[in-house]
């Protein structure tokens, strides 16, 4: 089955946010807070996807208020936050929601993204990823993480189902 057929079965959109929604660089604060930017091109695509009816998630290793707060703010009620083993919160969630593998896209650009990639209907990536995420992704971004990559997947998915 070619890439835009597997595009079309997708009812469920999962990322990873540092190197994706960001470009991976932090900004340490004096009083030791860890801050991020974000791209709001992608927050508007989590909002035409969540408005379409998909199911969107987030699981990440990572632990911030600010961050949980963007995504809740967007309408994002799937944010599993400091998860070591993203593959256990994927089988969770993909239960919770009654789908199957074939229905979901993830978004990953690291190592430890790399259990759910496997495992996912379509495994993504932004365009500068990590080598042996790149090797593993079917939709490789021709955008680098936190300058629009979820837009253009999410975009790219509601295109082909005319809900762009």
């Not at 860890?34 to 998630?57: E, F, I």
């Amino acid at each position: 089955m070619n890439i835009f057929d597997k595009l079309q079965q997708i009812t469920t959109l999962l990322f990873d946010v540092d190197g994706v929604f960001t470009d991976s660089a932090m900004l340490a604060t004096e009083d030791g807070n860890l801050l991020r930017s974000v791209n709001t091109r992608d927050g508007l695509a989590v909002k035409k996807a969540l408005s379409a009816g998909y199911h969107v998630g987030i699981i990440t290793k990572g632990n911030s208020q600010g961050v949980y707060d963007r995504f809740k703010t967007l309408g994002v009620k799937h944010v599993y936050m400091d998860m070591e083993d993203k593959v256990v919160t994927y089988q969770a969630l993909k239960e919770q929601l009654s789908i199957q593998d074939e229905n979901i896209l993830y978004m990953g650009d690291d190592i430890s993204d790399l259990g759910v990639l496997r495992l996912a209907g379509v495994s993504a990536c932004p365009y500068d990823a990590c080598h042996e995420v790149i090797t593993e992704s079917e939709y490789i971004s021709s955008i680098d993480g936190g300058n629009g990559c979820v837009r253009q997947v999410i975009e790219k998915i509601l295109r082909l189902h005319d809900q762009w």
